[in-house]
Nanobody
């Protein structure tokens, strides 16, 4: 069983940047595909980005493509989400998730963190 803990959320101005981290314990992250998802108030949880086990393959939601970058450091057992050019509509709780199949569907991820709030002021 892997435990995931997100950090790095907070308040940012539109146009600013934040970097989220997701630290794993219990098992090595290199065993998993990793994803970031987000949920805004009153909305469904949505896919943001995914990275395969060695970082060689990534996918992004159209809404964040070109602004967000997902990466991983399997030595540090940590996954990152660098968020640039933030927009008010990026405001949400961001979750990292671990799964065994590379995909963008939240239901196929087995392990989830508790989430970290990102608020972007316009």
């Amino acid at each position: 069983q892997v435990q995931l803990v997100e950090s790095g959320g907070g308040l940012a101005q539109a146009g600013g940047s934040l970097r989220l981290s997701c630290a794993a314990s219990g098992r090595t992250l290199s065993s998993y595909v990793m994803g970031w998802f987000r949920q805004a108030p009153g909305k469904e949880r949505e896919f943001v980005a995914a990275v395969n086990w060695n970082g060689g393959r990534t996918n992004y939601a159209d809404s964040v493509k070109g602004r967000f970058t997902i990466s991983r450091d399997n030595v540090k057992n940590t996954v990152y989400l660098r968020m640039n050019s933030l927009k008010h509509e990026d405001t949400a709780v961001y979750y990292c998730a671990a799964g065994s199949v590379y995909n963008t569907a939240s239901e196929l991820y087995d392990h989830w963190g508790q989430g970290t709030q990102v608020t972007v002021s316009s």
